[in-house]
């Protein structure tokens, strides 16, 4: 017999913690990137340097979206 939706063989907590983690990881990565500000400069390099340092956290949503996609 076919599993449907509501008769999943895996937790809800256990398809939702990953998610929920993936999600603070990303948050807490990207509060590196408020460090840019501290520095000299102008306020279109520090633009620069922010994209720069999002990168990373701009990973880390990317592989959380695939991995949301396709479980």
Known sequence: ??????DRTVPRWLTW??????????LFVSLFALDVFEGPGGMARKLLGLLI?????????????????WE
């Open 53 to 69: 340092h999002l990168v990373p956290t701009a990973m880390v949503v990317a592989a959380l979206l695939v991995a949301w996609r």
């Open 17 to 26: 913690t990953p998610r929920v983690l993936g999600i603070l990881f990303a």
């Open 1 to 6: 017999m076919l599993a449907t939706m509501t």
